[in-house]
Structure formats: structure tokens, C-alpha cells
């Protein structure tokens, strides 16, 4: 946990702030606890509506990365079928292991990355049809 001072409507507050093994940040502010929604998630929230808009469209999804870092794992392979919510990739990131998964159902049509590949944020992974 770090303790930090934040200021909120000219009054300051000391408060511990401290991220779960499930990558929750938790902050506790005078005998309370809040779980709050960091730009990470909501990126994250983001890239998961754009793949069910283009799940109920059809045709090929680009599966991208969600965040910088190394691909540690490809879990499948070129003409592989995969369900929905499979986990093709483990990318690491800040110290934490990160499953990128399927959107749908398909099949994936093209790995563009291979183990230890630096991927930027938005990167295409791979090909689902």
C-alpha cells in the first residue's frame, strides 16, 4: 500500500491506495473503502464494446492489444478454433500477467505476434473470423 494526500474541494485527505492480485485499486480514506475505476479499465471497457459491436456485425475482428507490453504466450495457432471468452495471448504488463481472449467464437485467421514481441497498445495480435 502507498499513502498518499489528495485534495478534494480545498480539504486534504491522507489515503492508502493499494492494488488486489486482481488488479483492483482499492483507496482507504478515513475507515472507508473504495474500489475505483483507474484508465486502465475503462480502456479496457472500451475495446470490449467495439468487439461485440463488431462480433454482431460478422465477418473478421482484429484482436489488439489492450495495453503496452510482451507477448509471454501465444496459446493457439493459425486455423485454431476458438470460443468466446478463450484466452489466446498472456501479455505482460507492469509486472502483471494479462489474458487477451476471444471475443466470439471463429477462427482465427492470422497470428500476427510471437512470444517475446514488445506490442504497443492497439496492436493487432491476430485475425478472427
Do not use: W
Request: glycine share 8%; proline share 2%.
Amino acid at each position: 500500500m502507498e499513502e498518499i494526500v489528495v485534495k478534494v474541494d480545498g480539504k486534504e485527505y491522507k489515503v492508502l491506495v493499494e492494488e488486489t492480485e486482481q488488479g483492483k485499486v482499492l483507496v482507504h480514506c478515513e475507515g472507508d473503502v473504495y474500489e475505483v475505476e483507474t484508465k486502465k479499465d475503462i480502456e479496457q471497457s472500451a475495446i470490449e464494446r467495439l468487439h461485440k459491436k463488431q462480433a454482431a456485425e460478422g465477418g473478421k475482428i482484429e484482436i489488439t492489444a489492450p495495453l503496452p507490453g510482451v507477448i509471454y504466450d501465444v496459446k493457439v495457432k493459425d486455423g485454431a478454433k476458438v470460443g468466446q471468452g478463450q484466452s489466446l495471448f498472456t501479455l505482460i504488463a507492469m509486472k502483471m500477467e494479462n489474458d487477451v481472449v476471444a471475443p466470439r467464437d471463429g477462427i482465427i485467421k492470422e497470428i500476427k505476434v510471437k512470444k517475446n514481441d514488445n506490442v504497443n497498445k492497439g496492436d493487432v495480435l491476430a485475425v478472427l473470423e
